[in-house]
């Protein structure tokens, strides 16, 4: 990495909207993955919404280390499709199901957080 | 049949995961080419998967199983940390994913 002045000076705001990105990415990665499930989202809506979360992930990873990105992307990914199903199922989801989703999730984080050498 | 396309649809998203880092270091053809060979195999086998699990399961699920694969690589070749709380996350990991299967 090079540490040029340049660089140092525009992190601050270039950081803040890789985060941004990360966000949007996580929302239109629920639209997508609804999308697989319920005919009620069209195909094109999933197409764009795969296209454009992949873009915004990829600019955020250029800022921002990928294991916080995926992790982040991940949580809401995982979060939004649960609150998605319980909606669409009109809430006849388990519990427990939940539980361990949530645990699952937790660990993916948890995973994700503690890669410090920034591999894959 | 669903659950083994999901388990493998996990293995392809850790195609495009390796193609995504190495996207993000230098978009070239190739690169490319892994990110988006690796993503359309493993959301063919999540949309097959998902036409008998629900939802919240197989994705949490699909994306588990590439976050463990994806550790794993980066443990074996990118010397990524193997500390012990990395491997109770596998761990913790594997247990949810096979207790959301026999919760199934």
């Not at chain 1, 069209?42 to 764009?48: D, G, Q, R």
């Not at chain 1, 995926?70 to 939940?98: D, Q």
């Not at chain 2, 998203?13 to 490319?32: C, H, M, P, S, W």
């Amino acid at each position: 990495m090079s540490d040029s002045k340049v660089l140092t000076e525009s992190k601050g705001k270039s950081e803040s909207s890789a985060w941004l990105f990360v966000i949007l990415a996580g929302f239109l990665e629920v639209v997508w993955a609804s999308g697989f499930k319920y005919e009620e989202v069209p195909s094109l809506v999933v197409l764009i919404a795969i296209l454009l979360s992949f873009d915004l992930i990829i600019r955020a990873t250029k800022v921002i280390p990928v294991g916080t990105v995926y992790a982040v992307f991940a949580g809401i990914g995982t979060l939004g499709t649960v609150i998605v199903e319980i909606v669409f199922e009109n809430g006849s989801v388990s519990p427990l199901r939940v539980a361990l989703i949530l645990l699952l999730l937790a660990c993916i984080i948890g995973l994700k957080l503690t890669n410090k050498e920034g591999g894959v | 049949m669903d659950w083994l396309m999901l388990i493998l649809g996990g293995c392809f998203e850790v195609v495009g995961v390796i193609g995504l880092k190495r996207t993000a270091d230098k978009g070239n053809f190739i690169n490319y080419l892994i990110l988006i060979g690796g993503f359309i195999m493993s959301f063919q086998l999540l949309v097959r998967a998902m036409e008998t699990i629900p939802l919240s399961t197989a994705y949490a699920v699909w994306t588990g199983i590439g976050t463990v694969g994806a550790a794993i690589v980066g443990m074996v070749f990118f010397k990524e940390s193997k500390s012990r709380l990395r491997m109770a996350c596998i761990l913790g990991i594997i247990f949810s994913v096979v207790g959301l299967k026999l919760v199934h």
